[in-house]
C-alpha cells in the first residue's frame, strides 16, 4: 500500500507548466529552441504548440507518441537526448512525461 502523500501526488494531474515544461526548458530547448541557425530538426520545445504535432505527441496514448519513443529508445542514434549530452532525463522526469501524454497531454494551448 502506497503512503497517503504519494496517493495525493499521483491523484493529482500532471500540469504543463509546472512539470512539464521545466522538463523540456531543462533537457530538450538547447538543441530545440527559439534559435533557428542552432535548432535541430526543425522542432521546438520552447512554445506548447509543439504538443500539438499528432506524430510526436498522441493524447492518452504514450505508447504511441514519438517523443516517449525517443526518451526511452536504446539506439544510441534515436534516443534524445543524444547519449553525449550532458542533461540526460531521470527516470521520474520520463515517467512524468508519459503519464501527462497519457492524461491527454494538456498545455493550455490544446
Not at 32 to 54: C, I, S, Y
Request: aromatic share 4%; with cysteine.
Amino acid at each position: 500500500m502506497l503512503p497517503l502523500a504519494l496517493l495525493a501526488l499521483a491523484a493529482d494531474p500532471v500540469d504543463y507548466e509546472k512539470d512539464v515544461r521545466p522538463v523540456l526548458a531543462a533537457a530538450c530547448v538547447q538543441c530545440h529552441g527559439e534559435n533557428p541557425k542552432t535548432r535541430k530538426a526543425n522542432l521546438r520545445f520552447d512554445t506548447p504548440t509543439w504538443a500539438t504535432d499528432v506524430t510526436l505527441v498522441v493524447p492518452g496514448k504514450s505508447d504511441k507518441s514519438d517523443v516517449i519513443a525517443r526518451l526511452v529508445s536504446k539506439n544510441p542514434r534515436q534516443v534524445m537526448p543524444p547519449p553525449k549530452f550532458e542533461r540526460q532525463l531521470t527516470p521520474a522526469e520520463i515517467a512524468t512525461l508519459r503519464r501527462w501524454v497519457d492524461e491527454g497531454a494538456k498545455t493550455g494551448t490544446r
